[in-house]
């Protein structure tokens, strides 16, 4: 498997672990099923002590059923499988063991301060490389499909349209499959795919995404500096401007950052007024200051002090929000 192709797998999963997290989606969605199966069973081919623990899970995870209890096993594989099929797309399905992560999200909830190592668990499956890059190729002007040119969307207007598409089939659902009962979920899915213009809503936005939201980026990597200067060139002649996009946010570290602050900040015992972490202190500890890849910080001058208690304070109060959008939907939570 390709570093490329490690990195996008990670990046889903840690996206499905967001979805556990934050209570919300339709992984969670599926995960919350698999937990409602155990929760409310009461055969006895159910282990005793079976609960939700918030954690990391063990190395190896064992099903929460019996060994001789056939039917129980393969209704909670049909639950695990009906989990993170419908979020993975099927070209990833054998880069990752998604069963054994899939089974972690239901019988563990990821704990805060380890989210990142959380969504590693389960590992990744070279098999799955082949055809990862999905041949396609870039309809963004002829030779620009040679060249280090990467379409990167970093004001997140793809999820946005992914988003609404999304919410649009749950409402849908809401009102076909859960108000009635007794019909089948994806069934139901189809059908509203079908008898309704969602899918050609998601196409239209999509098509228009390509086509005036997306910024491209130089992908260095291993390119010559000739391949750099032609791939700007390139950028320069389809765009007309330079790329540029405002600096992302690592969700976990921002989680982790919140954490830290509010809840596990204790009082220095020779200072009451100084704590263990500041905005400035959280930079160096949980590395945010992305600039330190690239050059040399002089960490001592006032400027870059305060340009990285900014770092801080930006990624504080994206933990926060994510914190507290957390809490608001811990009520549905299982």
Same mark, same amino acid.
């Given at each position: 498997?390709?570093?490329?192709?490690?990195?996008?797998? @990670?990046?889903?999963?840690?996206?499905?672990?967001?979805? #556990?997290?934050? =209570?919300? $989606?339709? *992984?969670?969605? &599926?995960?919350?099923?698999?937990?409602?199966?155990?929760?409310?069973?009461?055969?006895?081919?159910?282990?005793?002590?079976?609960?939700?623990?918030?954690?990391?899970?063990?190395?190896?995870?064992?099903?929460?059923?019996?060994?001789?209890?056939?039917?129980?096993?393969?209704?909670?594989?049909?639950?695990?499988?009906?989990?993170?099929?419908?979020?993975?797309?099927?070209?990833?399905?054998?880069?990752?063991?998604?069963?054994?992560?899939?089974?972690?999200?239901?019988?563990?909830?990821?704990?805060?301060?380890? @989210?990142?190592?959380?969504?590693?668990?389960?590992?990744? #499956?070279?098999? =799955?490389? $082949?055809? *990862?890059?999905? &041949?396609?190729?870039?309809?963004?002007?002829?030779?620009?499909?040679?060249?280090?040119?990467?379409?990167?969307?970093?004001?997140?207007?793809?999820?946005?349209?992914?988003?609404?598409?999304?919410?649009?089939?749950?409402?849908?659902?809401?009102?076909?499959?859960?108000?009635?009962?007794?019909?089948?979920?994806?069934?139901?899915?189809?059908?509203?795919?079908?008898?309704?213009?969602?899918?050609?809503?998601?196409?239209?936005?999509?098509?228009?995404?390509?086509?005036?939201?997306?910024?491209?980026?130089?992908?260095?990597?291993?390119?010559?500096?000739?391949?750099?200067?032609?791939?700007?060139?390139?950028?320069?002649?389809?765009? &007309?401007?330079?790329?540029?996009?405002?600096?992302?946010?690592?969700?976990?570290?921002?989680?982790?950052?919140?954490?830290?602050?509010?809840?596990?900040?204790?009082?220095?015992?020779?200072?009451?007024?100084?704590?263990?972490?500041?905005?400035?202190?959280?930079?160096?500890?949980?590395?945010?200051?992305?600039?330190?890849?690239?050059?040399?910080?002089?960490?001592?001058?006032?400027?870059?002090?305060?340009?990285?208690?900014?770092?801080?304070?930006?990624?504080?109060?994206?933990?926060?929000?994510?914190?507290?959008?957390?809490?608001?939907?811990?009520?549905?939570?299982?």
């Amino acid at each position: 498997m390709s570093f490329s192709a490690e990195q996008r797998v @990670l990046e889903i999963k840690r996206g499905l672990v967001l979805q #556990v997290y934050l =209570g919300q $989606g339709m *992984f969670w969605q &599926g995960v919350r099923r698999a937990r409602s199966i155990v929760k409310n069973d009461k055969d006895p081919a159910l282990k005793p002590g079976v609960k939700v623990q918030v954690g990391l899970p063990p190395a190896q995870i064992s099903p929460p059923y019996r060994e001789h209890a056939a039917q129980r096993l393969e209704s909670w594989r049909s639950a695990i499988r009906a989990a993170w099929e419908p979020a993975v797309r099927r070209r990833y399905w054998s880069a990752a063991d998604w069963n054994k992560f899939t089974a972690a999200c239901v019988l563990y909830d990821p704990p805060e301060l380890q @989210l990142a190592e959380f969504a590693e668990y389960g590992g990744l #499956v070279s098999e =799955g490389a $082949g055809g *990862f890059d999905g &041949g396609r190729k870039s309809d963004r002007g002829g030779s620009a499909a040679t060249l280090p040119i990467r379409w990167m969307d970093s004001a997140g207007h793809r999820v946005d349209a992914l988003d609404q598409f999304y919410q649009g089939v749950l409402e849908e659902l809401g009102k076909r499959y859960f108000e009635p009962r007794g019909e089948h979920v994806w069934q139901v899915f189809s059908d509203i795919c079908n008898e309704t213009d969602l899918v050609e809503r998601l196409r239209t936005r999509t098509r228009e995404i390509e086509a005036s939201e997306t910024h491209p980026y130089v992908e260095v990597g291993l390119a010559s500096d000739d391949e750099i200067s032609r791939a700007v060139r390139k950028i320069r002649t389809l765009t &007309g401007k330079n790329s540029g996009g405002a600096p992302t946010t690592d969700e976990f570290k921002a989680i982790k950052c919140a954490a830290l602050y509010d809840d596990h900040n204790a009082k220095d015992p020779k200072d009451g007024r100084r704590r263990t972490y500041t905005s400035l202190s959280l930079v160096e500890e949980l590395k945010l200051d992305t600039a330190e890849g690239s050059r040399k910080v002089k960490k001592k001058d006032s400027e870059e002090r305060v340009r990285r208690t900014q770092i801080g304070r930006r990624y504080l109060r994206k933990g926060r929000k994510l914190r507290k959008e957390r809490e608001a939907n811990r009520g549905t939570r299982t």
